[in-house]
């Protein structure tokens, strides 16, 4: 099994900062796309940022400019730099991965337990 576990939500005032973390652990043989995904009250959950094994990059038009995703493929390890935040950016937001665990076999795809991450005016 795979576990993806998350850190560095919190509370923060609008035009500040924070940084999420996501490692992987488990039976790892590959991690595909990593991402960021977020849900606030009421709404679906949505897409924020995503990475590959190689480091292309995909952004929400929402977050582009402000928000910066990166990974550590040694580490199993994803991360979210948020600036410039906003109220609106106020969501519980999950970690996701796509991960091979065993060489040629299909690959499955995990979900974190989420992190709150809220944005005072």
């Known amino acids: 099994q795979v576990q993806l576990v998350e850190s560095g939500g919190g509370l923060v005032q609008a035009g500040g900062s924070l940084r999420l973390s996501c490692a992987a652990s488990g039976i790892i043989f590959s991690i595909n796309t990593m991402g960021w995904y977020r849900q606030a009250p009421g709404k679906q959950r949505e897409l924020v940022a995503t990475?590959?094994?190689?480091?292309?990059?995909n952004y929400a038009d929402s977050v582009k400019g402000r928000f910066t995703i990166s990974r550590d493929n040694a580490k199993n390890t994803v991360w979210l730099q948020m600036n410039s935040l906003k109220p609106e950016d106020t969501a519980v937001y999950y970690c996701?991965?796509?991960?091979?665990?065993?060489?040629?076999?299909?690959?499955?795809?995990?979900w974190g337990q989420g992190t709150q991450v809220t944005v005072s005016l």
């Open positions: 990475i590959t094994f190689g480091g292309s990059t």
């Open positions: 996701n991965a796509d991960v091979r665990a065993v060489f040629r076999t299909p690959s499955w795809e995990y």
